[in-house]
C-alpha cells in the first residue's frame, strides 16, 4: 500500500484526530493562555525563578538535540532536502537554547554576545525549519552533504559570534536602562531589532505550522504529525515575546512556557519516530527472512518436487491409476509450492486487488481455465487478512477447475451494504451442497471456512449438479 493511502487510513482512523485538527486544538490552546495573561493581573505575567528557567532552558537544548540526531538519520536514509534543512533549523534552535542555559549558569550580568547571538541564531533556525516545511520532498543530489550537512550551522555560529563581537561597542543592551528594579518589562522595553527577530519567528512557526499540518495528511509520517502543533505553539510563545519581552534572565513568562511546551511536542514526535523506526526495522528483517526462505524452497522443495514428477511418470505403463494419482498430488503440492514461493517473494503491503489478481490468474492458467476479473482496488484489508481471502480465493479456483473441470472462473471483489464482499463463480460441475455434510466435505471446504471466520467474516457456498459452484464471502 503506498504512503499516500497508508496516511488516509491513519488520519480517517476512528477516534483519531487528524494533524490539521491537532494543530488547530494546540494553537486554540495557546491563544486562550495567552488572552488569560494578557487580560489577567500583572503578577501573572511573570514568575522570578532563575532554577526553573535554566531547567526549562535545558530541556529546550537537550529536546532539540535528541529530534536533531533523529532527523539526522532520516536524511542519511531519505537523502531529502526536508530532513536536511530541518536538521539545521534544529541544531540551530539548539545552539541558541544551550547559550541561553549557560548564561543563567553564569548567574552574571548578560553581555552583548549573551543578548544579540541566541536571537540571531533564532531567527535563522526558524527560517530553516519553515524552509523545510515549504520545499518539495526532492533528493539532494550530491553525497558529500551527508557528511558535511552541518558545516553550514557551524559556519553560521561561528560568523555571527564574530560579528557581534566585533561590534560589542556599538551594540545596546536589550532591555530599557530606565525601566525601574522590580518593574516587569511592556512592550516597549524591549529593543527593536528584538522585537523583529520575535515577529520574524513568530510568522516562520505560523508558516511551518500550517505547511507541516497539510504534509502530514498526505504522508503517514509519525514525525510530520507532531511538528505541526509544534510550531503552532512555537508562534504563539513568539507572541507572548512581543507582548511580555522577557529580558529579565531571572524571571519565567508566558513565553518560556509555551516554548516549552513547543518542545514537548518535539519529545512526542521524536518517540513517536523511535517507535516508528524500530517497527520499519523489525519489518526489514521479517521481509528479508521471507525471502531467504523463498529462496530455500525454490532452489529445494520445488527442484525435488519437481524430480518426483518426473521419474514417476516412467511407470505410467505398469500402474496407470496409481501414477496418475501420485502426479495429480506432485501437481497439488508443486502448486502451493510456487505460490508459497511466491508469498514469501514478495512485499507484505501489496494492496487485496493486486495480489487477488495475481494468485487467481496463475491457478486458472495452469488449468486452461478462462479468468472473468471484477476486483474493486479500494478495498483495504490488513496483512492476515489479505492472506486469508487470497487463499479462500484460489481454493476456490482450484477446486472449480480441477474437481469441477471449470473452464470458465469470475472472480468480484467489492462492497455492498453490509460490507466487503470476494465471490469466485465457476462454470463446472457443480454438486449438491445438502449432501455435502461437514463429515463428508474436504479438507479445503473446511480451511476456506475457518479462514473466513478468522476474518471475522462469514463463508455462504452455492452450488447445484451442473450449474457450478459460487464461494461468497462476506466482512
Not at 489577567?40 to 529536546?63: F, K, M, R
Request: with cysteine.
Amino acid at each position: 500500500m503506498s504512503d499516500l493511502t497508508a496516511g488516509h487510513r491513519a488520519a480517517d482512523r476512528p477516534g483519531r484526530l487528524g494533524p490539521a485538527a491537532v494543530t488547530v486544538l494546540v494553537a486554540a490552546v495557546g491563544v486562550i493562555g495567552t488572552a488569560i495573561v494578557l487580560v489577567g493581573p500583572d503578577p501573572i505575567l511573570g514568575y522570578q525563578s532563575p532554577a526553573w528557567h535554566l531547567l526549562l532552558e535545558t530541556v529546550n537544548a537537550c529536546v532539540a538535540l535528541l529530534l536533531a540526531y533523529l532527523v539526522y538519520g532520516r536524511f542519511r536514509r531519505s537523502k531529502h532536502w526536508q530532513d536536511l534543512l530541518l536538521l539545521q533549523g534544529l541544531v540551530l534552535l539548539a545552539t541558541a537554547n544551550v547559550l541561553l542555559a549557560r548564561s543563567l549558569v553564569a548567574a552574571t550580568d548578560p553581555g552583548v554576545l549573551d543578548l544579540w547571538l541566541p536571537p540571531a541564531l533564532r531567527v535563522v533556525g526558524t527560517l530553516l525549519i519553515g524552509a523545510a516545511a515549504l520545499v518539495p520532498r526532492r533528493i539532494v543530489r550530491r553525497p558529500g552533504w551527508q557528511r558535511w550537512g552541518l558545516v553550514p550551522v557551524a559556519a553560521v555560529v561561528a560568523l555571527l559570534a564574530v560579528v557581534f563581537h566585533l561590534l560589542r561597542d556599538n551594540l545596546p543592551l536589550a532591555a530599557d536602562p530606565d525601566l525601574p528594579d522590580g518593574a516587569l518589562p511592556s512592550a516597549t522595553a524591549g529593543h527593536p531589532a528584538l522585537l523583529v527577530a520575535q515577529l520574524a519567528t513568530m510568522s516562520c512557526f505560523a508558516v511551518a505550522a500550517v505547511a507541516f499540518a497539510l504534509q502530514a495528511r498526505k504522508q503517514d509520517d509519525a514525525l510530520l504529525r507532531w511538528l505541526g502543533p509544534a510550531c503552532a505553539l512555537g508562534a504563539l510563545a513568539r507572541l507572548n515575546y512581543l507582548l511580555f519581552p522577557s529580558d529579565e534572565a531571572d524571571w519565567l513568562y508566558s513565553g518560556d512556557i509555551l516554548r516549552t511546551g513547543c518542545y514537548l511536542l518535539l519529545l512526542v514526535g521524536a518517540a513517536r519516530e523511535i517507535s516508528r523506526y524500530w517497527q520499519s526495522q523489525a519489518q526489514v528483517a521479517v521481509a528479508e527472512d521471507r525471502r531467504r526462505l523463498a529462496r530455500e524452497m525454490h532452489d529445494g522443495v520445488l527442484q525435488e518436487l519437481g524430480y518426483i514428477r518426473a521419474e514417476v511418470r516412467e511407470f505410467a505403463t505398469t500402474d496407470a491409476p496409481r501414477v496418475d494419482k501420485i502426479l495429480a498430488a506432485s501437481d497439488r503440492a508443486l502448486d502451493e509450492a510456487r505460490q508459497l514461493v511466491d508469498t514469501l517473494g514478495r512485499p507484505g503491503d501489496e494492496p487485496l486487488g493486486l495480489v487477488l489478481h495475481r494468485a487467481v490468474e496463475q491457478a486458472a492458467e495452469r488449468y486452461g481455465a478462462s479468468l472473468e476479473l471484477d476486483l474493486d482496488d479500494s478495498v483495504a484489508v490488513d496483512r492476515d487478512q489479505r492472506h486469508a481471502l487470497v487463499r479462500i480465493a484460489r481454493e476456490a479456483v482450484l477446486n472449480g477447475v480441477r474437481h469441477g473441470h471449470a473452464d470458465r472462473i469470475t472472480v468480484r471483489l467489492g462492497r455492498d451494504q453490509l460490507g466487503s464482499v470476494l465471490t469466485v463463480h465457476d462454470n463446472g460441475a457443480g454438486f449438491d451442497p445438502v449432501l455435502r455434510t461437514q463429515r463428508q466435505a474436504g479438507f479445503g471446504l473446511i480451511s476456506m471456512r475457518e479462514r473466513a471466520e478468522t476474518l471475522p467474516g462469514t463463508l455462504e457456498l452455492t452450488s447445484a449438479p451442473g450449474e457450478g459452484t459460487t464461494v461468497t464471502v462476506r466482512w
